[in-house]
């Protein structure tokens, strides 16, 4: 993990609302940038998906419960940052549970582009680019001595911009099976051209997006944020400076 980045008020205040998000991404200045390789480089408007995303998606009573609780606490969380991509069905489905979390705790969520008018693809952002490559470069995601540009990114902090948890990419009960179940959609079926392996893919990808396991997914992101900052309020006290939860 990278190491803690000072965010301050000012550079904070540059991302967007989540109804600003929604209207920015339908807009020509986002639709020239370059898409993700799964949807094709050129981008296509998805608000409208996200949208319906975002009214199907819903904290469970204990979850809206639990966050009012924490951003009641002294250094509990007030401040939600993320950096973001709405080609990625990870951003698409983390954002909207995110949003909810955000509403109901009364915190402030700000989200920033990860890219420029290109595709994101090395292992740091670059500032000649991405106007947010500050951002990016601080929650790099690691693995096996390489970093990579993961996205979604979920910071929380406290009032005082002390950060308090980051979450990156997906819930761990989905990242545990990613892979695997991926890779054994994707894979060439018996009788099957490698161009229509991937039509059914992309097929069935879609049908699994509006199934109950992206919803499960975007629960699992929400426990784990919300746990992660429980223990850290009980466990290390807080913020740094700020009194323990009671």
């Given amino acids: 993990m990278t190491a803690k980045y000072p965010l301050t008020p000012e550079r904070f205040a540059q991302g967007r609302t989540f109804a600003e998000y929604l209207d920015h991404i339908g807009t020509p200045e986002n639709?020239?940038?370059?898409?993700?390789?799964?949807?094709?480089?050129?981008?296509?408007?998805?608000?409208?998906?996200?949208r319906s995303w975002y009214a199907r998606l819903r904290l469970s009573d204990a979850?809206?419960?639990?966050?009012?609780?924490?951003?009641?606490?002294?250094?509990g969380p007030?401040?939600?940052l993320a950096i973001s991509e709405e080609w990625s069905s990870d951003c698409?489905?983390?954002?909207?549970?995110?949003?909810?979390?955000?509403?109901a705790g009364?915190?402030?969520?700000?989200?920033?582009?990860?890219?420029?008018?290109?595709?994101?693809?090395?292992?740091?952002?670059?500032?000649?680019?991405?106007?947010?490559?500050?951002?990016v470069n601080a929650f790099l995601s690691e693995?096996?001595?390489?970093?990579?540009?993961?996205?979604?990114?979920?910071?929380?902090?406290?009032?005082?911009?002390?950060?308090?948890?980051?979450?990156?990419?997906?819930?761990?009960?989905?990242?545990?099976?990613?892979?695997?179940?991926?890779a054994a959609m994707q894979a060439a079926r018996p009788g099957e051209s490698r161009e229509r392996a991937w039509e059914r893919f992309m097929d069935e990808w879609r049908a699994l997006q509006q199934g109950p396991f992206f919803t499960l997914w975007a629960s699992a992101t929400?426990?784990?944020?919300?746990?992660?900052?429980?223990?850290?309020?009980?466990?290390?006290?807080?913020?740094?400076?700020?009194a323990p939860a009671r």
Avoid at 63 to 75: H, I, N, S, T
Avoid at 92 to 103: F, G, K, T
Wanted: aromatic share 6%; with cysteine.
């Fill in 78 to 80: 007030a401040k939600i």
């Fill in 92 to 103: 698409r489905r983390d954002l909207c549970i995110v949003s909810r979390l955000a509403e």
């Fill in 222 to 242: 929400a426990d784990e944020i919300l746990s992660a900052l429980y223990e850290r309020l009980i466990v290390t006290g807080g913020a740094a400076g700020e």
């Fill in 31 to 50: 639709l020239a940038r370059e898409s993700g390789w799964w949807l094709g480089r050129e981008r296509r408007d998805l608000s409208g998906i996200i």
């Fill in 106 to 135: 009364g915190l402030e969520l700000r989200i920033f582009d990860r890219d420029g008018r290109t595709l994101g693809t090395g292992p740091r952002g670059d500032p000649a680019e991405s106007p947010n490559a500050d951002l």
């Fill in 63 to 75: 979850q809206a419960a639990a966050v009012r609780w924490l951003a009641a606490q002294p250094g």
């Fill in 143 to 182: 693995r096996d001595g390489e970093t990579f540009q993961s996205i979604p990114v979920i910071v929380v902090y406290s009032a005082r911009f002390v950060e308090l948890h980051r979450h990156v990419e997906r819930p761990a009960l989905y990242a545990k099976h990613r892979d695997n179940v991926v």
